[in-house]
C-alpha cells in the first residue's frame, strides 16, 4: 500500500531529553512537511523540504531539527530548546499544489 | 501574516441536516484547501478550490476569490461527517506549496 507512516504514535519525552519523530512515504513525492497542532488550533508549519538534502524552516521552527537524507524519509528532531513541546506532530507528502497526503500523527507528551 | 479566519467554531448537528461553513482570508492566495480531520487526527484532502465551485457527493465548495472568502455545505449529514474542517490557504510567492491554516470549524453530528 501507498501511503505515510509516522512513528510512534505516541511518545513521551523527558525534561532535557531530544527525541526524534519518524516519517517515512512511499509516494514518491519530493515534498514533504512537518506540522505542530495544538488543542483546538490549526495546523502550523514546522519545517518542510522540497529535494534531498534540502529543508526550510516553517513559521515554528524554533526548536525542533531535520533531515532529509532520502527521499522517502523526513525524520524530524524535537530538542530540550523547544519548552514547550506537547502536541501532536502531522507529517504530510506532496507531488503537485493540488493535495497534501498526511500521516496518521504522533502526540508527544513531556513527563 | 495572511489571517484565516473560520466559522462556526463548534457547531452540532441533527443527522440529516444540512451546514454551510465559512472561511474568511485577509489576502490574496494563489490556492486554498478544505481538509477533514476524523475524530483520530488523520487529516483527508476535501477539496482543492482556489476559485469557482466544485461538488463531492454531499459536500460542495464554492471559493470567491475577489471577495476572499470560501464556504463548504455539507447536505444530509452523517454521524461520519463529525471531526475538524480546516481551511487553508497558499500565499503567492510563499514557494514549494506552503499552507496556511484556520483553526477549524468542530462538526459533531448526532443520530
Known amino acids: 500500500d501507498g501511503g505515510i507512516t509516522q512513528s510512534p504514535k505516541y511518545l513521551f519525552r523527558k525534561e532535557g531529553q531530544n527525541v526524534t519523530l519518524s516519517c517515512e512515504q512511499n509516494?514518491?513525492?519530493?515534498?514533504m512537511y512537518w506540522y505542530r497542532q495544538d488543542p483546538g488550533q490549526g495546523l502550523r508549519l514546522i519545517y518542510y523540504?522540497?529535494?534531498?538534502?534540502?529543508?526550510q524552516k516553517g513559521d515554528i521552527a524554533e526548536g525542533y531539527s531535520v533531515s532529509r537524507e532520502k527521499k522517502e524519509s523526513f525524520p524530524l528532531t524535537v530538542t530540550s530548546a523547544q519548552k514547550n513541546p506537547t502536541a501532536f506532530y502531522l507529517c504530510?507528502?506532496?507531488?503537485?499544489?493540488?493535495?497534501?497526503?498526511f500521516g496518521p500523527g504522533t502526540r508527544l507528551l513531556v513527563l | 501574516g495572511i489571517q484565516v479566519e473560520q466559522s462556526p467554531p463548534d457547531l452540532i448537528l441533527q443527522e440529516g441536516a444540512n451546514s454551510t461553513l465559512r472561511c474568511n482570508f485577509s489576502?490574496?492566495?494563489?490556492?486554498l484547501q478544505w481538509f477533514h480531520q476524523n475524530p483520530w487526527g488523520q487529516l483527508i484532502n476535501l477539496f482543492y478550490?482556489?476559485?469557482g465551485t466544485k461538488q463531492n457527493g454531499r459536500l460542495s465548495a464554492t471559493t470567491v476569490a475577489t471577495e476572499r472568502y470560501s464556504l463548504l455545505y455539507i447536505s444530509s449529514s452523517q454521524t461520519t461527517d463529525s471531526g475538524v474542517y480546516f481551511c487553508?490557504?497558499?500565499?503567492?510567492?510563499?514557494?514549494?506549496?506552503?499552507?496556511?491554516f484556520g483553526k477549524g470549524t468542530k462538526l459533531s453530528v448526532i443520530p
Open positions: 509516494l514518491n513525492h519530493d515534498a
Open positions: 523540504s522540497q529535494i534531498v538534502n534540502d529543508f
Open positions: 487553508a490557504v497558499e500565499l503567492p510567492g510563499a514557494g514549494s506549496y506552503q499552507l496556511t
Open positions: 478550490i482556489p476559485s
Open positions: 489576502d490574496s492566495v494563489n490556492n
Open positions: 504530510a507528502s506532496s507531488i503537485d499544489r493540488v493535495t497534501q497526503y
